[in-house]
């Protein structure tokens, strides 16, 4: 490897972390989210996870951008 595949390599990385840091780990952005009900659990989720950050286990991105 030399240092213009170094470069474009590292550029292409920094490139695909960003867009992995834009994704928002929510309720919202959750292919398991349908209908203002959490299909794991069969519940609404509280507030706070459906807008904001979770830690669930079973979230899956649902790969919408907005």
Same mark, same amino acid.
């Given at each position: 490897? %030399?240092?213009?595949?170094?470069n474009a390599i590292k550029?292409?990385?920094?490139?695909?972390?960003?867009?992995?840091? #834009?994704?928002? $780990?929510?309720?919202?952005?959750? %292919?398991?989210?349908?209908?203002?009900?959490?299909?794991?659990?069969?519940?609404?989720?509280?507030?706070?996870?459906? #807008?904001?950050? $979770?830690?669930?286990?079973?979230?899956?991105?649902?790969?919408?951008?907005?």
């Amino acid at each position: 490897m %030399n240092l213009i595949e170094l470069n474009a390599i590292k550029n292409h990385l920094k490139q695909q972390l960003l867009k992995l840091e #834009h994704i928002k $780990v929510s309720c919202m952005h959750c %292919n398991k989210f349908n209908n203002g009900n959490c299909q794991q659990f069969k519940a609404r989720p509280p507030e706070d996870w459906i #807008h904001g950050t $979770v830690d669930c286990e079973y979230w899956t991105w649902d790969e919408i951008p907005f």
